[in-house]
């Protein structure tokens, strides 16, 4: 049994595949049952489309993704090397 879009698709990697639709001004796709892209409107090389979804889920534009994922792996460094500092300072604390 076929899945809905099967074929349609190009394959990104293991995990992940490009589903290429075209679609018009008003009409929507779903994204399993709590998502909903509509194509409101297009406009030279603009393309305006109403998202609904889940109050709790987040959105982000792509830009915005990925400053956020620079951002968190930063944090995540600069804390690893607060941890070592910390550690250090408390060695030579103990021997003293």
């Known amino acids: ?3 809905a879009g099967q074929g ?7 995990r992940h595949s ?20 509509k194509v409101l409107g297009v406009q030279g090389k603009q393309i305006k489309l109403g ?10 534009r792509e830009e ?3 400053r956020v994922q620079e951002q968190n792996i930063e944090a995540l460094d600069s ?5 070592l500092a910390a550690s250090s300072l408390w060695q030579e604390t103990k021997k003293k």
């Open 51 to 60: 998202l609904e979804v889940p109050r709790d889920m987040t959105v982000y």
């Open 8 to 14: 349609l698709g190009i394959t990104l990697d293991r």
């Open 64 to 66: 915005v993704y990925l």
């Open 79 to 83: 804390r690893d090397d607060d941890l």
């Open 18 to 37: 490009m589903l290429i639709l075209t679609r018009r001004p008003g009409e929507s796709l779903h994204l399993g049952e709590d998502i909903k892209i």
């Open 1 to 3: 049994m076929k899945r």
